[in-house]
């Protein structure tokens, strides 16, 4: 586990930076303070001094009367513009937060996500926005209104009877240290309570969207069961949590309850030996009831802090890492006008991966512009890995991948990949229409254009026949649809995109052998004038391809067309003849 007092310190860091950037917001939280001074020391202050002065035959008390009326208006005023602007402001950058957590979420590469439940990753994001707001309201708005009355308010004191400041000095220094003392002794408490809650809410989304496959293996009270764990597990450190604090907070008011009978006791002494000090002791009094319940309420000042911290970590600490993969600063656009890929001497193993390990060693593969090419071979061979590669989801290794002789790893990698249009084999859907499922692959196309993409990829029958038609929500990953259905609408979007360069990884392959020879003839419509890499199971779909690479263990073994492979009577030939179903056997 990451030090946690590092991941405090780079959160409250962090915390700084965002004062800095909203300046306006802080500015007017900053006033919240003047306001609680005023309440709790000011005020009391001048209350004092009043009822003092009544004491005392023929003293002025009108400058003390004015004096009140104006700090009471001007706490009234300035506590009103403070929370208006703060709780308007509060919204805005609760926003920019959002934004800057997505924003690193969606740049951040394959390994990252594939390593992280979901779920997991939706609760940090919600969590960080919110985090941070609470850390704000804790720091501005109970944290520095605090120690502002407690400063003036014992200074205040002191300067009438050095006696009465030491003794509230001494009653607030021993409360706040004792408590700090318990906050760090509960520290390891709240780390496992935090990570038991996200365990929970990740399995709860896991099973959410795996709900099909647990009907399918009726494992429901199973999940129930690891659910009921999980929860008993959070209830019990929760409680363990309520007790601790309720024993805490009993003796903490045990203890304001004997320092507030020292402070009377000693008050009472003081006016005793000194009626001038009447004011002084009234103001005093008051003060130390006001202080007492303030006193009380810090250990949960505390506790908000530090449960705010606990929430911001996670997205913080990941704010922190870096990109996979960035483009470098000032990288021009891709200029794809024809679309020839080259892959040059391309070696390429994952980070997390030994030396042994490696997919590709010295990979050389140049696909003219316009050309169609077919990639088999076994599973494992590195044809989807390719893929990934001229995607740049993945960096090379060493050597170069060039689109008509630019370098991809010089571009950005938005102009890359608007250069490439590519269907995978499990296509995933958004949870929105069909139409802008479809429109995805431009968010300008027209509902026209929607609809010849829609025919072109043989979905706009069944699309039809939908009660909503183009409208139909899909559903998450579109699990309303069937594999077949999904595989158009990805087709479809494709076909919207008109990239110059075409990756189809499996992409009939969700299809019945009808739906099949329908869409045959778009692909076919599809490729013209487009380079194309095909990868393919079922090698009736690509006998027609202008070459096809054979690859296993990450080399090209063969290279030719269908029938010059078949001549060969190597790999490919025996995949062809072991062909059951129309599917390489594995």
């Known amino acids: ?44 202050y001048l209350t004092g001094k009043i009822i003092g002065s009544l004491a005392v035959p023929g003293t002025d008390v009108a400058p003390y009367i004015i004096a009140l009326i104006v700090v009471s208006v001007v706490t009234v005023v300035v506590n009103l513009v403070a929370f208006k602007n703060f709780f308007e402001l509060q919204p805005r950058v609760m926003a920019s937060l959002d934004n800057e957590a997505i924003d690193r979420l969606l740049k951040r590469g394959a390994s990252f996500h594939n390593n992280r439940i979901s779920g997991k990753l939706v609760s940090d994001v919600s969590d960080y926005a919110a985090g941070f707001m609470q850390l704000s309201n804790a720091f501005f708005i109970d944290t520095v209104p605090f120690l502002a009355v407690v400063v003036l308010g014992i200074v205040l004191v002191s300067v009438s009877s050095p006696l009465l400041g030491l003794v509230l000095l001494a009653m607030t220094s021993l409360v706040i240290a004792s408590t700090i003392r318990f906050r760090r002794r509960m520290k390891p408490h709240r780390i496992a309570r935090q990570a038991a809650g996200k365990a929970m809410i990740a399995h709860i989304a896991d099973t959410t969207v795996n709900n099909q ?31 601790a604090m309720a024993k805490d907070g009993a003796k903490r008011l045990s203890g304001l309850l004997l ?40 250990g949960n000042i505390m506790r908000q802090i530090e449960e705010a911290l606990l929430q911001v970590a996670p997205m ?26 080259s892959f040059q001497n391309v070696s390429f193993r994952y980070l997390d991966a030994s030396s042994k390990d490696t997919v590709f060693e010295n990979l050389n593969i140049t696909v003219a512009a316009g050309e169609k090419i077919g990639l088999v071979g076994p599973s494992g061979g590195g044809k989807t ?11 090379v290794t060493s050597g170069q991948i060039a689109i008509d002789e630019q370098d991809i790893a010089r571009v950005t990698q938005a102009s890359l990949r608007q250069s490439i249009a590519y269907v995978s084999q499990e296509p995933l859907l958004f949870h929105r229409s069909i139409r802008e499922n479809i429109a995805y692959g431009n968010v300008d196309a027209t509902d026209e254009q929607v609809l010849g993409a829609a025919k072109k990829a043989s979905a706009h029958e069944f699309i039809t026949k939908l009660p909503n038609g183009y409208e139909t929500v899909v559903g998450e990953r579109g699990v ?14 494709a076909i919207l995109k008109e990239a110059p360069i075409l990756v189809l990884d499996e992409a009939t392959s969700a299809l019945d052998s009808a739906s099949e020879k329908l869409i045959q003839s778009a692909l076919t419509e599809l490729m ?3 380079t194309a890499l095909v990868i393919a199971h079922r090698l009736s779909t690509i006998q027609k391809m202008d070459r096809i690479l054979v690859l296993d263990e990450g080399k090209v073994i063969e290279d030719g067309t269908h029938k010059e492979l078949l001549a060969k009577d190597g790999l490919y030939a025996k995949l062809w003849a072991h062909q059951s179903g129309g599917f390489i056997e594995e």
């Open 259 to 298: 320092f507030q009978i020292a402070f009377v006791a000693v008050l009472t002494w003081e006016v005793h030996q000194n009626p001038a000090l009447l004011a002084t002791g009234i103001f005093a009094f008051s003060y130390t009831v006001m202080l007492s319940n303030r006193l009380f309420q810090i």
């Open 528 to 530: 013209k004038d487009k």
């Open 385 to 395: 890995t390719l893929t990934k590669l001229l995607l740049r989801f993945e960096d």
């Open 213 to 243: 496959t647990v009907k399918t293996f009726g494992t429901e009270q199973h999940e129930l069961a690891r659910h009921g764990e999980l929860a008993s597990r959070l209830l019990w450190l929760r409680m363990n949590d309520w007790r």
């Open 316 to 341: 913080t600490e990941m704010l922190q890492e870096d990109v996979e993969i960035v483009d470098d600063p000032g990288a021009p656009e891709l200029d794809a006008h024809s679309g020839k890929v």
């Open 480 to 493: 309303k649809l069937s594999g077949g259905q999904r595989q158009r609408i990805a087709i479809a979007r």
């Open 1 to 44: 586990m990451k030090d946690k007092t590092s991941t405090d310190q780079i959160a409250i860091r962090h915390f700084w930076r965002l004062c800095t950037q909203h300046k306006r917001l802080f500015v007017f939280t900053g006033l919240i303070p003047i306001a609680g001074v005023g309440i709790g020391v000011v005020i009391p």
